[in-house]
């Protein structure tokens, strides 16, 4: 699975998930790019779980159509 560390998100996690493939907003030069389209890019590039710390997402964001997985 791929999956998307968004800013801070704790990088130690990764070590739990060394089945996967995991990078960060920050691995790609996206650190500065706005929720809405962090996920349009994640998406874009076939993240299938974006992993963050932001407990407001769900309300700033319309999540229904989309095919990734937020956690």
């Given at each position: 699975?791929?999956?998307?560390?968004?800013?801070?998100?704790?990088?130690?996690?990764r070590?739990?998930?060394?089945?996967?493939v995991?990078?960060?907003?920050?691995?790609?030069?996206?650190?500065?790019?706005?929720?809405?389209?962090?996920?349009?890019?994640?998406?874009?590039?076939?993240?299938e779980?974006?992993?963050?710390?932001?407990?407001?997402?769900?309300?700033?964001?319309?999540?229904?159509?989309?095919?990734?997985?937020?956690?």
């Amino acid at each position: 699975m791929r999956i998307l560390f968004d800013q801070g998100t704790p990088f130690p996690l990764r070590r739990a998930l060394n089945d996967h493939v995991v990078a960060t907003a920050y691995e790609l030069g996206w650190s500065t790019v706005t929720n809405g389209d962090l996920i349009r890019l994640a998406e874009q590039e076939g993240y299938e779980l974006l992993i963050t710390t932001d407990t407001n997402l769900r309300y700033q964001q319309n999540l229904q159509s989309r095919s990734i997985a937020i956690l």
